[in-house]
Antibody
């Protein structure tokens, strides 16, 4: 069974930093691209960032580019999101998400497995 | 960026009804379109990918269609478990984008 477990969320002041982690199990971790998707309270879904199997292809939403950094450790079956210069509008539940297609490269794929999410609150 | 617009934003229906949600993209996404269901306090769950491919384990009352810029999700014979919020998502190009959501409510 695919499992994605996020951690690292919490309350942080504006301009602060936070590092989210996602521990994966139940599948061949290095065979799948991964993403972070967020959802502000009471709002819709927003894709944040994507990283390919070997970290060769990385993409960011304009809203976080230059402030957030996605990374992965295939030896540890873990995905990360380093978030700097946080703003109130970054307040959201952050989901770790696996794509539905196996393989490397910059291929198109839907999201087939989601973690339970971790809440990040940016407030003074 | 490709914008995704869903309609309606809210839909009231009864168990047993057939409902249709539409999703329109500002430019062609071919058939790289997925539909997700989300219940309060839970993570989204994929229902349909590649516009019309039913995800494994998803009941056949869910049907997706369309290509290019216009897509539909149809649910036939609504069950109590289907009352939730539905999102479309294009994955044709980055940044991947979602529709604003359609909340399916019990009439």
């Amino acid at each position: 069974e695919v499992q994605l477990v996020e951690s690292g969320g919490g309350l942080v002041k504006p301009e602060g930093s936070l590092r989210l982690s996602c521990a994966a199990s139940g599948f061949t971790f290095n065979g799948y691209s991964l993403n972070w998707v967020r959802q502000a309270p009471g709002k819709g879904l927003e894709w944040v960032s994507s990283i390919s199997t070997n970290s060769n292809y990385i993409h960011y939403a304009d809203s976080v580019r230059g402030r957030f950094t996605i990374s992965r450790d295939n030896a540890q079956n873990s995905l990360y999101l380093q978030m700097n210069s946080l703003r109130a509008e970054d307040t959201a539940v952050y989901y770790c998400v696996r794509v539905g297609t196996y393989g490397s490269g910059n291929r198109r794929s839907w999201f087939d497995s989601w973690g339970q999410g971790t809440l990040v609150t940016v407030s003074s | 960026d490709i914008q995704m617009t869903q309609s309606p934003s809210t839909l009231s229906a009864s168990a047993g009804d057939r409902v249709t949600i539409t999703c329109r993209a500002t430019q062609s996404v071919s058939t790289y379109l997925a539909w997700y269901q989300q219940k309060p306090g839970k993570a989204p769950k994929v229902l349909i990918h590649r516009a019309s491919s039913l995800e494994s384990g998803v009941p056949s009352r869910f049907n997706g269609s369309g290509s290019g810029t216009d897509f539909t999700l149809t649910i036939s014979g609504l069950q109590p478990d289907d009352f939730a919020t539905y999102y479309c998502q294009q994955y044709n190009s980055f940044p991947y984008t979602f529709g604003q959501g359609t909340k399916l409510e019990i009439k």
